[in-house]
């Protein structure tokens, strides 16, 4: 049975194959692409599926970002990275968000590796500045993120203060 009305158009011109085997990788408005439904994600919003005709290649809109894979809400990664970029110690901010040291370690890991991608949205998303994350990224890439931390309980001493927005 046929459906009515008009078919529905999406503007998928600004997303790109994530195959790297695909002739048509990372580029865009090449018509490539396709919607293949959506689905509810834990936090409760709804994500969208794509298709890329040239490869076969099935990808969500995550694939690509900092959030792809991960179960923890998009709010909870961001905070944890601009208390990281404030200078808040690993264990500080595993505290603070009540999540295991080793998932902020997993958090920050995936951003350092998309580091120059997620500049952008993080400038955006948690106002911080171009200084402050290139700080974080090179006490990263350091290994000396103890150092900082070290450095951060001198100047606020042992309590951990708790951001604005988490309460």
């Not at 919003?45 to 099935?58: L, N």
């Not at 911080?128 to 290994?143: G, I």
């Amino acid at each position: 049975m046929a459906k009515r009305g008009r078919k529905r158009k999406y503007k998928l011109r600004n997303i790109a194959c994530p195959n790297p085997n695909c002739r048509l990788y990372g580029k865009t408005a090449k018509g490539n692409i396709i919607s293949n439904g959506t689905y509810p994600t834990k936090e409760g919003t709804t994500a969208r599926r794509f298709i890329c005709k040239e490869c076969g290649e099935s990808f969500c809109n995550r694939a690509g970002t900092i959030f792809y894979d991960l179960r923890s809400p998009e709010e909870k990664v961001l905070m944890a990275i601009k208390l990281l970029v404030k200078g808040m110690p690993l264990r500080g901010v595993a505290e603070v968000l009540e999540v295991k040291l080793d998932t902020v370690r997993h958090w920050l890991k995936l951003a350092a590796e998309q580091s120059e991608k997620v500049d952008a949205l993080l400038m955006r998303e948690l106002k911080v500045s171009q200084v402050e994350l290139d700080a974080l990224w090179s006490f990263v890439k350091k290994n000396s993120l103890r150092q900082r931390a070290i450095l951060w309980r001198a100047k606020f001493g042992s309590a951990l203060p708790l951001p604005k927005n988490i309460a």
